[in-house]
């Protein structure tokens, strides 16, 4: 992405001092190859980029939502199944009548798929 992560600054929101040349930084709007929004500062006078904590932590929510899929929930004999989008199936190596663990935890559950190991 070409961002530098530098330390916390004590300026106000909004209004930040570029560490290379001194002169103020403005906040822009920027989107990653993926589509993600994000904001940053730039320099005007020797184009220095950064992005701050908060910027930082708001960008992760971004991607995460972005990242994330909507599935119907559909009734399997007397359970329940979801469909496993193909795109995630894909990446984590997932077929049919393989098994995976859900985890129950305080807001949902985690669905872990375990690569087949070697015996
Ligand atoms: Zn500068």
């Known amino acids: 992405m070409g961002l530098k992560i530098?330390?916390?600054?004590?300026q106000k929101k909004g209004e930040k001092?570029?560490?290379k040349c001194?002169?103020?930084m403005k906040r822009?709007?920027?989107k990653t190859l993926d589509?993600?929004?994000?904001?940053y500062f730039k320099c005007h006078e020797c184009g220095e980029k950064l992005v701050d904590i908060g910027q930082l932590?708001?960008?992760v929510q971004n991607y995460r939502t972005m990242k994330s899929y909507n599935v119907k929930v559909s009734k399997w004999g007397r359970s329940l199944g979801i469909r496993i989008p193909k795109e995630i199936a894909?990446?984590?190596g997932l077929g049919d009548g393989m098994e995976v663990r859900v985890l129950p935890e305080d807001n949902g559950f985690r669905i872990?798929?375990?690569?087949p190991t070697e015996e």
């Open 57 to 59: 932590r708001e960008f």
């Open 17 to 19: 001092t570029c560490g």
């Open 112 to 115: 872990i798929a375990e690569k």
């Open 6 to 10: 530098k330390g916390i600054m004590s």
């Open 35 to 39: 589509g993600v929004e994000y904001i």
């Open 90 to 92: 894909s990446k984590h």
């Open 28 to 30: 822009h709007k920027g």
């Open 22 to 24: 001194g002169s103020a």
